[in-house]
Nanobody, 114 residues
Framework: QVQLVESGGGLVQPGGSLRLSCVAS????????VGWYRQAPGQQRELVAN???????DYALTVKGRFTISRDNAKNTVYLQMNSLKPEDTAVYYC????????WGQGTQVTVSS
């Protein structure tokens, strides 16, 4: 059975940092491009960062230079390092394959507030 579990969110002050983790069961991240997405209240889910099987990465302009996506294939895990956080980064963060998406996980809440 396929399952995605996100963790690492929390409440941080502007300028702070968090590292999110996405652990997959039932799929092999090594063979898939994987993305981090976020959804704020009243807004649609948006792609924030992507990492390809080759290690190629790209980012939304809103987070470029502040976020870094990485993977540990041995742990079937994808990470999102978030630095210099801003209030507008507040959202529920999700992971999923870029292609042929599976059911979304529960997400992890990131709140940036002073």
């Amino acid at each position: 059975q396929v399952q995605l579990v996100e963790s690492g969110g929390g409440l941080v002050q502007p300028g702070g940092s968090l590292r999110l983790s996405c652990v997959a069961s039932g799929i092999i991240f090594r063979f898939n491009d994987v993305g981090w997405y976020r959804q704020a209240p009243g807004q649609q889910r948006e792609l924030v960062a992507n990492i390809a099987t080759s290690g190629y990465t790209d980012y939304a302009l809103t987070v470029k230079g502040r976020f870094t996506i990485s993977r540990d294939n041995a742990k079937n895990t994808v990470y999102l390092q978030m630095n210099s956080l801003k209030p507008e980064d507040t959202a529920v963060y999700y992971c999923n394959k870029i292609n042929r998406k599976v059911d979304w996980g529960q997400g992890t809440q990131v709140t940036v507030s002073s």
